[in-house]
């Protein structure tokens, strides 16, 4: 119980950090990307806009577009001079008037040929191509393809995102091992209060098995003494009501407290043959008991406790089966589990009190204080086996019908 309660705390805070490192890590990229993106852009157009023909070099470039990015001194700045550029320059019948190629050995002048006249042909005006980024503009008498190299953005972005991987992951292993501390640490108190709890009780059956003892040894000699007397038997009938309470309360304990001794059973004949009593009861109280049992389960556990959580389940299907439909009870493989079911006809359990009913002392019918030699620790006492099993137990509602379901493995 406590372990799974440390693995949802641990679960809890990895997904809150993980959500909120890849929540930064997105919008830190992206608006990096975006930022970069736009500043190579500018400077493309800013390029473009400064660019004539070879023929026409000793005419003063026109101050026009670092004026509309704001920036008179962009064209200056020494990102823009150590950027890498490639130019096209077309007639609008598709002639190429100059290709301008600073770094043939990374882009031939055939292949900004043939991107210029794609993109021309295409009708776009930006965009991205293979790792340049485009623009198209017209010079008034001719079309010009401009290309920025973009392998420096690329690769830093790379860089960026994978040193924040590499040390967001680190970060993460070292909140990791935080978390399973922290949560150590929260839960521990509880489960202190809970260990002290379990001694309590184990304790304080012990020590009322004494005085019930000789409380009913001594009302049985009286009885012998006085003969037939409407107190006595008062007496002797609560006495019998606490001694079956503490006997409860101590099976609880010990199977909270100690783990028990394992081995190879046969579940489909052990089941079958805890059941075999119950038919005479069920039949005395109207009842039909039908058991479809396969044959051959076998599984690792402990042959007394397996007993009383096969009996605890029946008992409790014989005592809260309403109506005169016959109770079920069914083992079968399911994958690499073995499922017992136990059904009975029943009102339908309001889903907040199935979540409590596998707790102590919880009565669905509050009125009742064991009168009935229930005192709500059966189902708690089932759970407990369960879980020494390393199994799990489930209740389910439907047509009418009330379910129990115990899973446990088969290996």
């Not at 950027?83 to 007639?91: D, G």
């Not at 184990?202 to 409407?230: F, M, Q, W, Y």
Request: hydrophobic share 40%.
């Amino acid at each position: 119980m406590f372990k799974q309660s440390r693995r949802k705390i641990v679960a809890a805070i990895m997904s809150v950090l993980i959500l909120l490192w890849a929540g930064m890590l997105t919008i830190i990229y992206t608006s990096s990307y975006i930022e970069m993106s736009a500043q190579n852009k500018r400077m493309l157009m800013t390029h473009a806009e400064l660019y004539t023909l070879s023929q026409h070099e000793n005419k003063i470039p026109p101050k026009g577009p670092a004026q509309e990015n704001g920036n008179p001194g962009f064209a200056q700045s020494p990102r823009f001079r150590l950027s890498t550029f490639y130019s096209v320059a077309l007639t609008y019948d598709g002639a190429i008037l100059e290709i301008r190629n600073d770094q043939p050995m990374l882009h031939s002048n055939q292949d900004l040929e043939e991107l210029a006249r794609e993109i021309v042909q295409s009708g776009k005006t930006n965009g991205t191509k293979k790792d340049l980024i485009f623009y198209v503009t017209d010079k008034s008498s001719y079309r010009l393809v401009a290309f920025m190299d973009n392998t420096i953005l690329n690769e830093s972005a790379a860089t960026l995102l994978r040193y924040t991987l590499l040390f967001g992951c680190f970060a993460m292993l070292l909140f990791f091992f935080l978390a399973i501390f922290l949560a150590r640490k929260i839960v521990q108190p509880l489960e202190e209060s809970y260990q002290k709890q379990k001694q309590f009780i184990s304790d304080a059956g012990h020590e009322l098995k004494t005085p019930i003892s000789v409380v009913s040894a001594n009302a049985e000699l009286l009885s012998r003494e006085i003969g037939e007397n409407t107190w006595l038997a008062n007496i002797q009938w609560e006495n019998n009501r606490m001694g079956l309470l503490v006997e409860q309360l101590l099976d609880l304990a010990r199977t909270e407290t100690i783990t028990p001794q394992m081995e190879q059973i046969d579940f489909s004949r052990l089941v079958g043959g805890e059941a075999l009593p119950f038919e005479s009861i069920a039949f005395e109280k109207g009842f039909a008991l039908r058991c479809h049992i396969t044959e051959g389960i076998f599984l690792t556990g402990n042959s007394t406790q397996l007993k009383q959580l096969v009996s605890i389940l029946l008992d409790n299907a014989l005592e809260h089966s309403t109506g005169q439909q016959d109770i079920s009870v069914a083992l079968e493989k399911e994958h690499q589990w073995a499922k017992l079911s136990v059904i009975n006809a029943g009102e339908k359990i309001p889903l907040p009190q199935r979540e409590q009913l596998f707790e102590r002392f919880y009565r669905i019918d509050s009125a009742r204080s064991g009168e009935d030699k229930h005192y709500g620790l059966g189902l708690a006492i089932a759970k407990s086996i369960t879980t020494a099993h390393n199994g799990r137990i489930d209740v389910r509602c439907y047509d009418g019908l009330v379910e129990f379901q115990v899973h446990l493995p088969l290996q």
